[in-house]
């Protein structure tokens, strides 16, 4: 029977999936992976849900936890826009990694934590008292040279509407949103800029419900796990040591497949430095004009 929660979240390629498959290791550990994304559950309509949305109310959230907790989730189709003719074959037979995450929980005989791991869910970290929630925090150049090797654009027209009509104005943000949100590094600086404004704003009793979790800050990265494992309440297993002993062992990043969306073999020095081969100098540029003041103010942050 579940008796926790842990929700990993962060702006979408912040290392949410290699920090939710170790904390994922804890004995009686199931988890969920995306149910917030278009893959997810098809009770969430929006980009991001933010909880007290007309769309997405504080109750919503509430009840979307435990139907989690309970495994009480109805997919949406599992084919998305830009698949190939073979990708939709296979989406419709297998499905996405979001539902085989439900099809696997569901097999699970012992389930005690429910580890949500979900970039999607970003907005409604910290909300639930009873939701421990993990924020993975990457560096802004690294996030942006992630997007550009994926060849991915982010939601960001769609989502700064609807976040500053919930939480206000960003100072400044209006006028670098005109001026970068239809490029690929523009629009991956300015989600990230949305997201981190975010967490540093939240308020004291919503931030006492998460760990932020920024490999920059750390010593070593057995050690940040060790801090991590800690803060859940659990000692850190004998299985994520050894996952990060091996990701600790590989020599270089892995290029053979540019588009690969995870790497579980990266440690996240390698996923951090990348960018320096990544990005064009203007592109860096950009990405600092929109987010090197916040970055600064997240270095300061030890927890």
């Given at each position: 029977?579940?008796?926790?929660?842990?929700?990993?979240?962060?702006?979408?390629?912040?290392?949410?999936?290699?920090?939710?498959?170790?904390?994922?290791?804890?004995?009686?550990?199931?988890?969920?992976?995306e149910?917030?994304?278009?893959?997810?559950?098809?009770?969430?309509k929006?980009?991001?849900?933010?909880?007290?949305?007309?769309?997405?109310?504080?109750?919503?959230?509430?009840?979307?936890?435990?139907?989690?907790?309970?495994?009480?989730?109805?997919?949406?189709?599992?084919?998305?826009?830009?698949?190939?003719?073979?990708?939709?074959?296979?989406?419709?037979?297998?499905?996405?990694?979001?539902?085989?995450?439900?099809?696997?929980?569901?097999?699970?005989?012992?389930?005690?934590?429910?580890?949500?791991?979900?970039?999607?869910?970003?907005?409604?970290?910290?909300?639930?008292p009873?939701?421990?929630?993990?924020?993975?925090?990457?560096?802004?150049?690294?996030?942006?040279?992630?997007?550009?090797?994926?060849?991915?654009?982010?939601?960001?027209?769609?989502?700064?509407?609807?976040?500053?009509?919930?939480?206000?104005?960003?100072?400044g943000?209006?006028?670098?949103?005109q001026?970068?949100?239809?490029?690929?590094?523009?629009?991956?600086?300015?989600?990230?800029?949305?997201?981190?404004?975010?967490?540093?704003?939240?308020?004291?009793?919503?931030?006492?419900n998460?760990?932020?979790?920024?490999?920059?800050?750390?010593?070593?990265?057995?050690?940040?796990?060790?801090?991590?494992?800690?803060?859940?309440?659990?000692?850190?297993?004998?299985?994520?040591?050894?996952?990060?002993?091996?990701?600790?062992?590989?020599?270089?990043?892995?290029?053979?497949?540019?588009?690969?969306?995870?790497?579980?073999?990266?440690?996240?020095?390698?996923?951090?430095?990348?960018?320096?081969?990544?990005?064009?100098?203007?592109?860096?540029?950009?990405?600092?004009?929109i987010?090197?003041?916040?970055?600064?103010?997240?270095?300061?942050?030890?927890?």
């Amino acid at each position: 029977m579940n008796s926790k929660t842990v929700l990993v979240t962060g702006a979408p390629r912040s290392g949410t999936t290699p920090v939710g498959d170790l904390i994922g290791t804890l004995n009686g550990a199931y988890t969920l992976y995306e149910p917030m994304g278009p893959t997810g559950d098809i009770r969430i309509k929006t980009e991001f849900p933010m909880p007290g949305e007309a769309s997405f109310t504080y109750d919503d959230l509430k009840l979307f936890h435990q139907d989690l907790v309970n495994l009480k989730i109805s997919y949406k189709s599992q084919v998305r826009e830009g698949h190939t003719s073979l990708q939709r074959i296979r989406a419709r037979i297998f499905g996405s990694r979001s539902l085989l995450s439900y099809r696997l929980a569901k097999m699970q005989l012992n389930k005690e934590i429910l580890v949500w791991k979900d970039p999607h869910a970003i907005f409604c970290a910290g909300v639930l008292p009873n939701v421990s929630s993990v924020i993975t925090i990457r560096p802004p150049e690294a996030h942006a040279a992630s997007y550009k090797r994926l060849g991915w654009v982010s939601r960001i027209d769609e989502i700064y509407p609807r976040y500053n009509k919930k939480y206000g104005e960003i100072k400044g943000f209006d006028e670098l949103f005109q001026k970068y949100s239809k490029s690929v590094v523009g629009s991956a600086a300015l989600l990230w800029r949305l997201v981190y404004q975010y967490v540093l704003d939240m308020p004291k009793e919503q931030r006492n419900n998460c760990y932020l979790l920024n490999f920059e800050n750390e010593e070593s990265e057995i050690a940040a796990y060790e801090k991590l494992f800690a803060w859940i309440g659990y000692p850190i297993t004998d299985s994520a040591r050894k996952k990060i002993k091996h990701r600790m062992s590989q020599s270089k990043i892995s290029t053979d497949k540019p588009t690969k969306v995870h790497d579980f073999n990266r440690t996240s020095s390698q996923a951090n430095s990348y960018w320096k081969d990544t990005l064009e100098s203007e592109e860096i540029r950009i990405v600092r004009e929109i987010n090197s003041d916040l970055w600064n103010e997240i270095l300061l942050v030890k927890k």
